[in-house]
């Protein structure tokens, strides 16, 4: 059976964009090869539309990509995507295919038959794994950055008891923090 990880970046006031949409104080090549070899035995990612449209940048030919990050656009390419969306029509993206609603007994069927973890992305998404006690793991990269708003990595009435599994801090002052799920509080 697999563990379904919820990997996100963060600001370190819990946000993984500011009111503008933006994340473009994410910034660290240190991070970026730790976030690498983190999803390189996945075997599979699950996105919200938003998180994938963003993504699609990575289906290009590896080498028009800086050298420094080939290896995550053909780590990235070779996995199992399933987008989750109501508004989109199709995915343009190899080994991708498109749900419309989320079924949190499809999720628990992909992680007995799965032999290789599932990582989750997007904070809705995200949060509805969640609030079916789906999560195992999650693991965030917490910028040293303070955005004042946008969208929280969590919502905000949600609780779990959390056990750190792992931190690891970069020279940039970004933190990686691994925790498995406990259980439910609710």
Known sequence: MSK???ITNTSLDGYIEDETGAFD???????FEFITDLVRPIGTYLYGRRLYETMVYWAGPVDGYPPEHRDFAT???????IVFS??????TTGNTCLERD???EAIRKLKQESSQDIAIGGAELAG???DANLI???HL?????IVGGGKPAFRPTLRRNLELLETHRFDTGVISVRYRIRGSTR
Do not use: G
């Open 136 to 138: 195992d793991e999650c």
């Open 75 to 81: 780590v990235w390419q070779k996995h199992e995507k």
């Open 86 to 91: 109501r508004t989109l029509t199709d995915v």
């Open 102 to 104: 989320f079924n949190p």
């Open 141 to 145: 990269f917490l910028h040293p950055m």
């Open 128 to 130: 509805l794994a969640l």
């Open 25 to 31: 104080w994410l910034n660290s090549h240190q991070v």
């Open 4 to 6: 379904l990880i919820y």
